[in-house]
């Protein structure tokens, strides 16, 4: 993870939003303070919540891990009933 003091940061905020949507690698901002904070891009912080969303219903992730290699080679058709 890259990192950038908070005054670097301010004068270059255009470009680190612009980096963390392209590359997807998260930035640190780091104070004096010891209080630092993290960019990231909207898309991976809504691929964050929906992780945590998913792990926190009991026993999806075992489901949707159990079902990972599962294929019975068919394809899907928009017109199958469900």
């Avoid at 926190?56 to 469900?82: C, F, K, N, R, V």
């Amino acid at each position: 993870m890259n990192s950038i003091n908070i005054t670097q940061a301010r004068s270059n905020l255009y470009k680190l939003v612009a980096d963390v949507n392209r590359d997807s690698v998260p930035i640190t901002i780091t104070n004096n303070k010891g209080k630092n904070g993290v960019l990231i891009s909207e898309d991976d912080w809504n691929a964050i919540q929906e992780t945590l969303f998913i792990n926190s219903i009991p026993g999806m992730a075992d489901s949707i891990i159990a079902t990972a290699g599962e294929t019975d080679g068919s394809i899907y058709s928009p017109d199958e009933e469900w």
